[in-house]
């Protein structure tokens, strides 16, 4: 029984906490992969091929236990190498939004993804905004603090409360920004975040499409990683044409290509496929802002970076906004839950039916698009 309690309460606890790391680390060594000179166009088409690698490897295993999935058509194949190629622009505004930034930015960035995904939900009318509900005036009130204090982390940097270290390597030369002042690099690069994290909103739709039609999460990765090397090695060829710059050394620019491969594209679904089958998205989702701590510490200790006033203010405004969207859809699905009971119930039988079909419908989405 203890063990189990441990199972079930202690590990994912850890896990998710350790996946977060694992992100973070990810950033921190990329960044550090671009202060040494290495191009973000050379670090998205190494590290996706090298994803795809490890897939291909595991995919006789994935095959094997692939029986009975429906089959494989045309217009599958194209979604999925639409989401490959939207995939391709989140990867590099992200990758160059870190580095004219920081991975600090770039964590707190990260928790914006649930406002601009509740904001374009109602724009598209996939979901209907009841302005009475205590869930709909949590999410709207979480979405406006995220948007705002993601604007406060980029437009005021404010002092230093860690200054710079003097150690920390000086940055890229190849950068077409090098003329331009610290803050509008770091302006630009909070932008380019901005625009990556409202971007992957659209990439989940796609991805929950593919998923619900072919629901082999591993083959969909695999595809996706493929075509997404296939399309990023022409672009980025013609973007980094110089064939210097593609001589990966064994470095920190080569640890942070292979890191990235292993530890978040593969293991990093593998946990959180397996927290949210096990705990649910709403536990999942509560580690996130955990990243911002992560990031900003270990940007200071092993990057020298300075921490600046604004970008605490600014992360903890857009975690409290975090959290309350969080909360408005958790106590939304608490009400669903609740008319569902009442429409189950034969003490209610003037319920109608389509009500808990549409509950069945929204749950089965939820779980196809959080267990990707």
């Known amino acids: 029984m203890a063990r189990l309690q441990f ?8 896990a998710l906490l ?13 960044k550090a992969a671009t202060l040494h000179g290495m191009s973000y166009y050379v670090y998205t088409v190494y590290s996706t091929a090298v994803s795809t690698l490890v897939l291909l490897l595991s995919l006789p295993f994935i095959l094997h236990r692939s029986a009975g999935l429906p089959s494989f058509t045309s217009s599958l194949f194209f979604r999925i190498f639409l989401l490959a190629v939207i995939g391709l622009v989140i ?12 991975p600090t930015l770039a964590a707190a960035m990260s928790n914006l993804v649930p406002a601009f995904t509740f904001i374009l939900a109602v724009f598209f009318r996939m979901e209907k905004a009841e302005f009475r509900s205590s869930s709909t005036q949590a999410k709207i009130i979480g979405s406006t603090a995220s948007i705002a204090g993601a604007l406060l982390v980029v437009l005021f940097r404010g002092p230093a409360l860690i200054p710079a270290s003097s150690s920390s390597p000086p940055p890229p030369t190849n950068s077409p920004l090098d003329s331009s002042s610290p803050q509008t690099k770091w302006v630009l690069g909070g932008f380019l975040l901005l625009v990556q994290y409202l971007l992957l909103p659209i ?8 998923i619900k039609e072919y629901p082999a999460k591993l083959i969909v990765v695999f595809l996706y990683n493929l075509c997404g090397t296939i399309v990023s090695a022409p672009v980025c060829l013609i973007a980094e044409p110089g064939l210097s710059a593609w001589k990966i050394k064994p470095d920190i620019s080569l640890v942070s290509i292979v890191y990235s491969a292993f530890f978040v594209t593969c293991l990093g679904i593998l946990i959180h496929t397996w ?14 802002p955990v990243s911002i701590a992560i990031a900003a510490a270990m940007s200071v200790i092993f990057l020298g970076d300075a921490l600046y006033l604004g970008s605490v203010i600014g992360a903890v405004i857009v975690s409290v906004g975090f959290y309350a969207v969080i909360w408005g859809k958790a106590k939304e699905e608490e009400e669903t839950k609740e008319n569902y009971g009442l429409c189950s119930s034969e003490v209610q039988p003037q319920c109608k039916t389509p ?5 069945d419908n929204a749950e089965d989405n939820n779980k196809q698009r959080n267990d990707v």
Not at 7 to 14: L, R, T
Not at 91 to 102: E, K, R, V
Not at 203 to 210: A, P, R
Not at 355 to 359: A, M, P, S
């Open 203 to 210: 990439w989940y739709i796609v991805q929950t499409q593919v």
């Open 91 to 102: 990867q590099l505004l992200g990758a160059q939004g870190i580095q004219y930034s920081s």
């Open 275 to 288: 927290g949210l089958h096990l705990k649910g998205p709403v536990f999942v989702s509560i580690f996130k």
């Open 355 to 359: 009500l808990c079909q549409n509950y």
């Open 7 to 14: 199972y079930k309460d202690v590990v994912p606890v850890c």
């Open 18 to 30: 350790a996946i977060e790391s694992i992100n973070v680390t990810a950033s921190i060594l990329f």
